[in-house]
């Protein structure tokens, strides 16, 4: 099993751009999310979705948006990037019992200038 | 609201010595606890978690983490500290009563080990 597996790994985008982030993952799980990290500032939830066609918003879903069509699969997309966006993020996923262990891919580092 | 606190930001300790890492939590009902370790240019691995039973919970590469409900708190700790300990550990708490497996993290400490 590759896990969760996220691209690309690094990005520059300049203000008012529009990106992708990919994540996939190939353990079955329904539960799925995207958090961003800042220095100082740990992890911040952004999106999160319990299964396929179903997501909800975070902490932090403000410029953000995402879809989920298939189990494995739960992009997140930027539209209209500012410098505030310049984070790493992370995409986990987990089943759906209260107890189990998020598993993280390895970010994606975006800088927005 | 759950919450978590880690009050220091990195913590300094001489490989060998024992290492503790501060964790208070903050839910309306019961807890699911969690340790995370971030090395580098890595996404976080998990270490530990404290769902039920025992407080003091083993997990991997030696680390302990003890569940203390009075005091809220969910320490995590090794006897004896590696240089490849060094690394971004980060606490977690999820309320028992939440229905989307929704974590709140704290703002991870930094832990060097000194050789």
């Known amino acids: 099993n590759a896990g969760v597996t996220q691209t690309p790994k690094f990005r520059i985008l300049k203000i008012g751009q529009s990106m992708t982030l990919q994540c996939t993952q190939d353990?079955?799980?329904?539960?799925m999310y995207w958090y961003r990290q800042d220095p100082g500032m740990g992890l911040k939830l952004i999106y999160y979705?319990?299964?396929?066609?179903?997501?909800d918003k975070g902490e932090v879903p403000n410029g953000y948006n995402v879809s989920r069509s298939t189990t494995e699969d739960f992009p997140l997309r930027l539209e209209l990037a500012a410098p505030s966006q310049t984070s790493v993020y992370f995409c986990?996923?987990?089943?759906?019992?209260?107890?189990?262990?998020?598993?993280f891919g390895p970010g994606t580092r975006l800088t927005v200038l | 609201a759950q919450s978590v606190a880690q009050p220091e930001d990195q913590v300094n300790v001489a490989e060998g010595n024992p290492l503790t890492v501060k964790c208070t939590y903050s839910?309306?009902?019961?807890?699911?606890l969690f340790w995370y370790v971030q090395y580098p240019n890595r996404g976080l691995q998990f270490l530990l978690k404290?769902?039920?039973?025992?407080?003091l919970v083993k997990g991997s590469y030696g680390f302990e983490a003890e569940f203390n409900k009075s005091q809220t708190s969910f320490h995590l700790k090794k006897p004896s500290a590696l240089v490849s300990d060094s690394a971004l550990y980060f606490c977690?708490?999820?309320?028992?009563?939440?229905?989307?497996?929704?974590?709140?993290f704290g703002k991870g400490n930094q832990v060097v080990v000194i050789p």
């Open positions: 979705s319990v299964g396929a066609g179903i997501t």
């Open positions: 404290y769902i039920t039973g025992d407080n």
């Open positions: 977690a708490v999820r309320d028992r009563i939440s229905g989307n497996n929704r974590l709140a």
């Open positions: 839910v309306s009902g019961n807890p699911y």
């Open positions: 353990m079955n799980h329904n539960y």
């Open positions: 986990a996923s987990s089943t759906n019992t209260g107890t189990d262990t998020q598993y």
